[in-house]
């Protein structure tokens, strides 16, 4: 270990992809402690179970609430749902985990430290240009039924940027496009996990719209791998959001028939579609090229796809041994 090491502090570690934050943080051996704080709304023990590491613990509690003495030198703030169905059904607690959340976790930073947040592609609503840089203000609906998050996320954008202007704290922010992969929740409601649970389940495969809507689908390793640079590896000194995602759209149409394809038996149907659900999302990479040199999203979505699938089916089905424990693949 070396001579003064971090201390570290994830907030929605227990989440998808503040697990899988969490690997790569242990990974460092400069981390001398890490604490998730996590209040487990959208997240599960599950998805830190694997860790077992003396630097590691974990306190279950809201992080608006998270009471210590305790100062960290890197607080990442992952806090927050990021499906619609999950921080629509309540929006008073998205922002809050968002805004006084970061509010928080601002108190618990270490003089000199550095604080880290996993912002949104939402940030840019509906968007009136293809792909969207970072310079791109947005086409947001401030009172629609995405406004917590959407505006929970551009107010703690606004928060950060402000603290690193006025106080010159050294801040983060990642503007993360749709993310998926294993440790996702069987019930989370986002795209391609639904896919695959409901034709694993026997269930129609159910597009909300025509499915020609598009997204650039980011594979959970290839944004932890944008994440690790972002935030902690290559010394860029940039304050500014920064877009981390995939630039290859692909229609949810191509994805569900991709999914179907794979599971006998699955069929597509189609049902209403999501309120404001934007018809396209797609990062410009230019700022993410220059300041992380060598990064991009390398895992085709067929690749990624096939991954996940292998993961929830071996959680959705029965094990096949008596007491044998049930392997994460996504470890
Ligand atoms: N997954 C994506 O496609 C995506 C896209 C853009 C941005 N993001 C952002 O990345 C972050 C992680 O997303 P995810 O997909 O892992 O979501 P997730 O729902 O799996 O994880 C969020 C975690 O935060 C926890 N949490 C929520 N409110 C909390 C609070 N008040 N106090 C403590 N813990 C709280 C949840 O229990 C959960 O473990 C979020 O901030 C999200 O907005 C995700």
């Known amino acids: 270990m070396s001579a003064n090491p971090s201390k570290v502090l994830v907030a929605g570690g227990a989440g998808f992809i503040g697990s899988h934050l969490v690997d790569r943080l242990l990974g460092r051996p400069d981390v001398g402690r890490l604490v998730v704080v996590d209040n487990l709304w959208t997240g599960a023990r599950e998805n830190l179970a694997h860790v077992d590491d003396g630097r590691f613990a974990l306190a279950v509690?809201?992080?608006?609430?998270?009471?210590?003495?305790?100062?960290?030198?890197?607080?990442?703030?992952?806090?927050?749902?990021?499906?619609?169905?999950?921080?629509?059904?309540?929006?008073?607690?998205?922002?809050?985990?968002?805004?006084?959340?970061?509010?928080?976790?601002?108190?618990?930073?270490?003089?000199g430290g550095r604080i880290c947040f996993t912002s949104t592609s939402e940030v840019y609503g509906d968007p009136l240009v293809t792909p969207q840089p970072e310079s791109y203000r947005g086409s947001v609906d401030c009172t629609g039924p995405r406004s917590s998050y959407d505006e929970g996320k551009r107010?703690?954008?606004?928060?950060?940027?402000?603290?690193?202007?006025?106080?010159?704290?050294?801040?983060?922010?990642?503007?993360?496009?749709?993310?998926?992969?294993?440790?996702?929740?069987?019930?989370?409601?986002?795209?391609?996990?639904?896919?695959?649970?409901?034709?694993?389940?026997?269930?129609?495969?159910?597009?909300?719209?025509?499915?020609?809507?598009?997204?650039?689908?980011?594979?959970?390793?290839?944004?932890?791998?944008?994440?690790?640079?972002?935030?902690?590896?290559?010394?860029?000194?940039?304050?500014?959001?920064?877009?981390?995602?995939?630039?290859?759209?692909?229609?949810?149409?191509?994805?569900?028939?991709?999914?179907?394809?794979?599971?006998?038996?699955?069929r597509i149907v189609h049902g209403e579609p999501a309120p404001q659900d934007p018809s396209n999302r797609c990062p410009d990479l230019t700022l993410a090229r220059s300041l992380l040199p060598g990064w991009s999203c390398?895992?085709?979505?067929?690749?990624?796809?096939?991954?996940?699938?292998?993961?929830?089916?071996?959680?959705?089905?029965?094990?096949?041994?008596?007491?044998?424990?049930t392997p994460d693949p996504g470890a």
């Open 155 to 266: 107010c703690t954008e606004a928060l950060l940027s402000e603290v690193a202007r006025v106080h010159g704290t050294d801040v983060r922010i990642a503007r993360l496009f749709n993310v998926y992969g294993p440790r996702t929740k069987p019930d989370d409601g986002r795209a391609i996990s639904n896919f695959i649970t409901s034709a694993l389940s026997g269930e129609p495969i159910t597009i909300y719209g025509d499915g020609l809507q598009s997204r650039s689908w980011g594979y959970v390793d290839d944004i932890i791998d944008g994440l690790e640079k972002l935030f902690w590896s290559v010394p860029h000194g940039y304050a500014g959001p920064v877009n981390i995602g995939n630039d290859r759209e692909v229609p949810v149409l191509t994805v569900a028939q991709y999914v179907a394809s794979l599971i006998p038996g699955a």
């Open 298 to 325: 390398e895992i085709p979505y067929e690749e990624g796809v096939r991954r996940t699938l292998e993961w929830f089916a071996a959680r959705l089905s029965p094990p096949a041994a008596e007491g044998g424990a």
């Open 61 to 111: 509690t809201d992080v608006e609430r998270f009471a210590t003495e305790e100062r960290f030198d890197e607080i990442y703030q992952l806090a927050s749902p990021a499906s619609p169905q999950w921080y629509m059904s309540d929006p008073v607690r998205t922002i809050s985990a968002n805004v006084m959340g970061t509010m928080r976790l601002l108190d618990l930073l270490a003089p």
